[in-house]
């Protein structure tokens, strides 16, 4: 195939390319970061695009931005494969894949309304990643299905 016909979303100059991501989650990662459009930053979304290696990928370009290493950890707990790539003009600078952490703090939401990280005081969320989810260090509730329901609105 021509590179014509192979490219179906553009190069970026500056920002950051989330490679690898697993087919379908290419939402909820825009959702990890905040990304709602109206910054008015350019924002690329591809979603179940061919790959080698995961059958189907999404791929989500962000000009303009890098990324916390909270917003990379939580990303990993619904997209491992994902590669994190650093572009500064047009070339990528830096490539990482993202690794499971062992805790995640300030992106999740814990679910107990009665838990002090939830009430209005200066708490920061704070998460254990164990086997089956995320545990919340303060009232030990376990998140286990649909992580994105629980990202902290910014
Ligand atoms: N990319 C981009 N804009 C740039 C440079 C790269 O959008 N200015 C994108 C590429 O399209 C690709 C990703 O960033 O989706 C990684 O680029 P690169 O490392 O050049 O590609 P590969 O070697 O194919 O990456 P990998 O080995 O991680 O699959
Ligand atoms: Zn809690």
């Not at 190069?11 to 825009?30: C, E, F, M, S, Y």
């Not at 995961?54 to 994902?82: F, N």
């Not at 600078?93 to 009430?119: F, Q, W, Y």
Request: glycine letters at 6%.
């Amino acid at each position: 195939m021509t590179d014509d016909r192979k490219l179906r979303v553009s190069k970026i100059r500056n920002g950051t390319v989330i490679d690898h991501i697993t087919g379908g989650q290419a939402l909820n990662v825009l959702a990890i970061l905040g990304i709602d459009g109206t910054s008015g930053d350019s924002v690329s979304v591809a979603m179940n695009m061919p790959s080698d290696r995961l059958g189907k990928k999404d791929i989500v370009k962000v000009e303009g931005r890098e990324l916390s290493q909270d917003e990379v950890d939580v990303l990993s707990l619904i997209a491992p494969a994902a590669s994190i790539n650093i572009v500064r003009e047009f070339e990528v600078v830096e490539k990482a894949r993202v690794e499971r952490p062992s805790m995640v703090e300030g992106v999740l939401e814990c679910p107990n309304h009665n838990c002090i990280s939830t009430e209005d005081e200066p708490v920061q969320s704070r998460f254990a990643v164990v086997d089956d989810g995320v545990r919340c260090e303060y009232c030990d509730t376990i998140i286990r299905d649909d992580l994105p329901a629980h990202i902290l609105a910014e």
